[in-house]
């Protein structure tokens, strides 16, 4: 069964704490993996895609990077307006997407 | 990427009645989607809202109960029928434009059934 697991489901840093977040997947007809950030009382707002193993993207402060079986959302010197949710998704063959249950990173000055 | 307008923003809404939610974008595009989420869940995706054809619903998810519309490239509306407080959640639309943004989301509309 398809199925993806991020970790941890929480995670608080002090303002310039560097630190990783994980997505773990199996599914079968990987097309993508996305990566997502949610504001409270907001939808997802879309950050990265990676499409195959060994394939990095960076953005301001974030940096994505995908394996065969995980990908890892890596934050450095993080502030407090990075506080969010960070929701990661795969997409099957079919153009659906199979959401992870997210972090939520709250950044303390 | 694609800019989408979700109404209503938010809702409370008596048991036993139904709300209809409105997702419109600002291009055409070929694949829609409705998601809830559940306070402090992730989301889950209810359906595919196809053009000119009836949806296609995600296991747990029936038609009676979650109708869909989608008339054009453009628009799409889903309904939540005969409500009960189990139905309070967040509910998305989504959109894929097939370009580097991948998929694009609504603001959501927050759902109070009392």
Known sequence: EDQVTQSPEALRLQEGESSSLNCSYTV???RGLFWYRQDPGKGPEFLFTLYSAGEEK????LKATLTKKESFLHIT??????????????????GKLIFGQGTTLQVKP | SA????????????RGTSLTIQCQVDSQV???FWYRQQPGQS???IATANQGSEATYE???????FPISRPNLTFSTLTVSNMSPEDSSIYLCSVYSGT???????????????
Do not use: H
Not at chain 2, 59 to 65: E, M, P
Not at chain 2, 100 to 114: A, E, K, N, Q
């Open chain 2, 3 to 14: 800019v989408i307008s979700q109404k209503p923003s938010r809702d409370i809404c008596q």
């Open chain 2, 43 to 45: 989301l889950t995706l």
């Open chain 2, 59 to 65: 296991s747990g998810f029936v038609i009676d109960k």
């Open chain 1, 58 to 61: 960076e953005k301001e402060r």
């Open chain 1, 77 to 94: 010197a993080p502030k407090p307006e990075d506080s969010a949710t960070y929701l990661c998704a795969v997409q099957r063959n079919t």
């Open chain 2, 100 to 114: 580097g943004d991948g998929y694009t989301f609504g603001s959501g509309t927050r759902l109070t059934v009392v």
């Open chain 2, 30 to 32: 070929t694949m829609m």
């Open chain 1, 28 to 30: 079968s007809g990987l």
